[in-house]
């Protein structure tokens, strides 16, 4: 077995093995995170190598991601929507040894053109779009999400001292709580859309990947984070785009954008990388002018 940069256990690529058939042994191993899961592995059956991923609790996941991973690729499926499928899952580690599940390997990439293009903002719009056409309720591990990536809630950090703050941070939570959150269909959402989750094979998405914070909440959680990530990446004319894409999709005009817009905005660190904090605060302030 050749393994680069991996810490999963012997028990832990055995179990995978033979998830993908008796007999099956691990050929590579690679992380995908630095020395952490999730795992690219390659396993061989048969004379035929297939690679699968594998997702386990790192120092950053734990296994109630890894059960809310596994829930979603089964709504996935159930909706025929653009997600890697589930091979296997292990909630409870009574044989992986820890929680774990195995999905399929989606051909294409996550690299996005520079400059990127309108079609594929769009594109990416029609994709969240599709999994937004899901309805359904709350469960267990598909709880209702107030915010995307809603395992972190960087507005409390700053309101609590754990993180600084500045003014208009301050002052767009402020807004925010008075506003209230608008009611709103609840819809099956992806949790954490950002480019590097979704995978294209050529113009088309091919599938949205890591849906370890997947749940149920109203279509802004997905839209406007993608739509703030973009404003990031990209350039301020970005997230109309993606905006379009979506309701074109949909038939509908998305409803409180502003709201989510600020939502996502406040769901980052204060300080981020290079002029991505100047891009955000630029995206906020749109969305409180809206909001008025």
Request: hydrophobic letters at 45%.
């Given at each position: 077995m050749r393994v680069r940069g991996n810490l999963a256990t012997e028990r832990l690529l055995e179990w995978a093995a033979g998830a993908?058939?008796?007999g099956a042994r691990v050929g590579t191993v690679q992380a995908l995170h630095g020395e952490q899961g999730p795992w690219r592995v390659g396993v061989e059956y048969r004379g035929v190598t297939t690679e699968v991923v594998l997702r386990a609790p790192t120092p950053r996941?734990?296994?109630?991601?890894?059960?809310?991973?596994?829930a979603a690729l089964e709504v996935?499926?159930?909706?025929?929507?653009?997600?890697?499928?589930?091979?296997?899952?292990?909630?409870?580690?009574?044989?992986?040894?820890?929680?774990?599940?195995?999905?399929?390997?989606?051909?294409?990439?996550?690299?996005?053109?520079a400059p990127t293009t309108v079609e594929r903002l769009q594109g990416a719009g029609a994709a969240l779009a599709r999994v937004h056409a899901v309805a359904m309720a709350p469960g267990e591990h598909l709880p209702f999400r107030p915010r995307p990536i809603a395992v972190d809630d960087f507005a409390a950090d700053r309101r609590n001292d754990r993180m600084p703050t500045t003014p208009l941070l301050q002052a767009a939570d402020e807004l925010i709580a008075a506003y209230g959150v608008p009611p709103n269909q609840l819809v099956y959402v992806h949790g954490d859309v950002w480019p590097g989750n979704l995978?294209?094979?050529?113009?088309?998405?091919?599938?949205?990947?890591?849906?370890?914070?997947?749940?149920?909440?109203?279509?802004?959680?997905?839209?406007?984070?993608?739509?703030?990530?973009?404003?990031?990446?990209?350039?301020?004319e970005a997230p109309a785009h993606v905006l379009d894409g979506w309701q074109r999709a949909t038939g509908t005009t998305a409803s409180d954008v502003a709201y989510w817009d600020a939502v996502a905005a406040l769901n980052t660190p204060t300080e981020l990388d290079g002029p991505a904090t100047a891009r955000?605060?630029?995206?906020?302030?749109?969305?409180?002018?809206?909001?008025?």
């Open positions: 993908v058939g008796g996941i734990d296994g109630s991601m890894i059960a809310t991973g596994a996935a499926e159930r909706h025929g929507l653009p997600a890697p499928r589930l091979i296997d899952a292990d909630l409870s580690g009574d044989v992986a040894g820890v929680p774990s599940t195995i999905e399929t390997v989606v051909p294409g990439t996550s690299d996005w053109p995978i294209w094979n050529g113009d088309d998405v091919a599938a949205l990947i890591d849906w370890k914070t997947a749940g149920v909440g109203a279509p802004g959680v997905d839209l406007s984070e993608l739509r703030e990530q973009v404003a990031i990446t990209f350039d301020p955000r605060d630029a995206f906020l302030r749109e969305a409180l002018g809206s909001l008025g």
